[in-house]
């Protein structure tokens, strides 16, 4: 049977906690999580700090596993794979501080997950100048460090090189925190046109409002706790302060 929508969630959190717990005392960060994420679309997860928002991205990204529930990638727990594998190949994450390697280029930094799969040199640089040409980048960066370019372009940059990893996943954890308004914006479009035009599934967590006008769907954190959020329910979070750090 043909099928031209995709009925299967390509992500799904079934009822995810997680609870960090050290000798003094134990934090529920994610309580009950249940969610599900499809190809072709960008989802904003919003919520003030400390509401669980990157602890459900690392649960989503398989750097720990849920002390409770299920993340299914593929109808796939990640408690049952090579969760080095899955991290390597399946999802990919972009930080709020870019986290390029400084002392690579930035064509190297976007070869770096194509070696890392076996790719030879050669391949991997042909493959990342297209990439960096898809983010919208001039050639001129290639030859670059990541410190002579501005933040809007690392995080370009940082972009090309999760789509390098072949990730139909892309997480991104407050991607527009160290960027003015204006490039802030640009980036969130361009996640957008990842997901619209090309099909990746884009997950961004922020505390930045500005992404919900944007976002195909829009989930709010708050204590631990994920709901999904109505339109006619956004302008309640004017309640937030968008100066927060985290
Ligand atoms: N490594 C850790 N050890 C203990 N508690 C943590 C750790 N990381 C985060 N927390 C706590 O878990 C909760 C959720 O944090 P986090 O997921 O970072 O929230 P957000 O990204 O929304 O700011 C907070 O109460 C935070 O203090
Ligand atoms: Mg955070």
Redesign the pocket.
């Known amino acids: 049977m043909e099928q031209n929508t995709p009925t299967e969630p390509i992500l799904k959190l079934d009822k995810v906690s997680f609870q960090?717990s050290n000798h003094y005392q134990s934090?529920e960060?994610v309580r009950e999580a249940s969610a599900e994420f499809f190809e072709g679309k960008m989802y904003a997860i919003i919520?003030k700090?400390?509401?669980?928002?990157?602890?459900?991205l690392s649960l989503i990204a398989g750097l720990a596993l849920p002390t409770d529930g299920q993340v299914l990638y593929r109808g796939v727990p990640t408690d049952a794979v090579d969760l080095d594998k899955y991290r390597r190949e399946n999802v990919a994450v972009v930080y709020q501080s870019f986290n390029l390697f400084p002392l690579m280029t930035c064509l190297e930094n976007v070869c770096f997950p194509m070696e890392l799969l076996g790719k030879s040199p050669k391949n991997a640089a042909v493959t990342a100048r297209e990439y960096i040409a898809h983010v919208n980048l001039p050639d001129s960066v290639h030859k670059r460090f990541p410190n002579m370019i501005s933040g809007g372009e690392k995080q370009r940059v940082a972009i090309a090189r999760a789509l390098a990893s072949g990730a139909k996943v892309i997480l991104a954890d407050e991607p527009t925190g160290n960027l003015d308004i204006a490039n802030g914006e640009k980036i969130v479009q361009l996640l957008r046109d990842l997901a619209h035009e090309d099909n990746y599934t884009v997950i961004v967590?922020t505390h930045d409002l500005g992404i919900t006008t944007v976002a195909d769907e829009v989930m709010q954190?708050s204590d631990g706790y994920l709901k999904p959020l109505l339109l006619d329910e956004l302008p309640v979070l004017d309640a937030f302060t968008v100066s927060e750090q985290?």
Do not use: I, W
Request: charged share 15%; proline share 0%.
């Open positions: 960090y934090v960060a919520g700090s400390g509401s669980g928002k990157s602890t459900l967590v954190m985290d």
